[in-house]
């Protein structure tokens, strides 16, 4: 019989995206630093890839992290939750060269400019340039532009998170301070080494936690409301980032 995680939570683990006066004030700016957590837990012994559903099971499962994590106490249904939903992401980048899409597809400049369009609304969200089109809207020429491989890379789900920010959101015109954000908490929250070659290998694996029968994260879905869980093999640790959106109207 598989033996069930058990999980410890860690409070003087260091996030450096939190502890930077610079990113807090970008995050501030961004309506983010009020509406996003991270949290990280030890875990007790060895996981693989084919242990996915039993360890986030054992995760939500956990009193202890129950305890800590309120969203994932409040969204249990039962005592016990049987069947979960998630997506598992790619993570496969160690190079922020990844973004040179951004230029390629003429989103940005060399410079880094954002290029811009009239401005609309989706889900609340202003949508006022080519990236957040790309990114949220299904029926412009921008969105086929971002293959599936690049929508289900976690980098650029951090980077899809921090350029659309929260409710009320001072956007940047250049890529530059979203860039330096989301290297950090990339960082943050992978763990990268090196193997046998001397070649960077990511040993993070990262899911999305969803809505399910048993388990209710958000009442209502919004691109900006999301649980990612983000397993590190080597340390056994596993990171926690969360993020309600908060409307204006």
């Not at 309120?70 to 249990?76: D, E, H, S």
């Not at 992401?89 to 989103?107: C, G, I, P, W």
């Not at 609304?121 to 790309?134: H, L, N, S």
């Not at 209710?216 to 596993?238: C, G, K, M, S, W």
Request: with cysteine; proline share 3%.
């Amino acid at each position: 019989m598989e033996e069930n995680f058990t999980f410890t939570y860690l409070p003087g683990a260091v996030f450096k995206t939190t502890q930077t006066r610079e990113i807090q004030d970008l995050l501030t700016k961004w309506g983010l630093a009020q509406s996003m957590n991270l949290w990280k837990f030890r875990f007790d012994h060895a996981f693989n890839d084919l242990m996915s559903a039993s360890f986030l099971s054992d995760l939500v499962n956990s009193p202890d992290v129950a305890n800590v994590v309120a969203p994932i106490r409040t969204a249990k249904t039962r005592d016990s939750i049987s069947q979960l939903n998630y997506t598992e992401l790619r993570t496969t980048q160690t190079s922020m060269d990844f973004f040179n899409f951004l230029e390629a597809n003429r989103f940005a400049d060399p410079s880094g400019y954002i290029s811009k369009i009239i401005p609309d609304y989706f889900e609340e969200i202003e949508i006022c340039d080519k990236i957040r089109q790309a990114i949220l809207i299904e029926e412009s020429e921008n969105y086929e532009l971002l293959t599936e491989n690049i929508r289900n890379e976690f980098l650029f789900r951090i980077f899809q998170h921090i350029t659309i920010g929260g409710g009320i959101c001072q956007y940047e015109d250049y890529t530059t301070p979203y860039m330096d954000v989301v290297k950090s908490l990339y960082k943050d929250l992978i763990s990268v080494g090196k193997d046998e070659s001397g070649q960077l290998r990511i040993s993070s694996k990262a899911y999305q936690l969803k809505n399910s029968q048993e388990f209710r994260l958000f009442t209502a879905e919004h691109p900006q409301d999301f649980l990612y869980v983000i397993v590190d093999q080597q340390n056994r640790h596993v990171n926690l980032w969360y993020h309600k959106w908060h409307g204006i109207w």
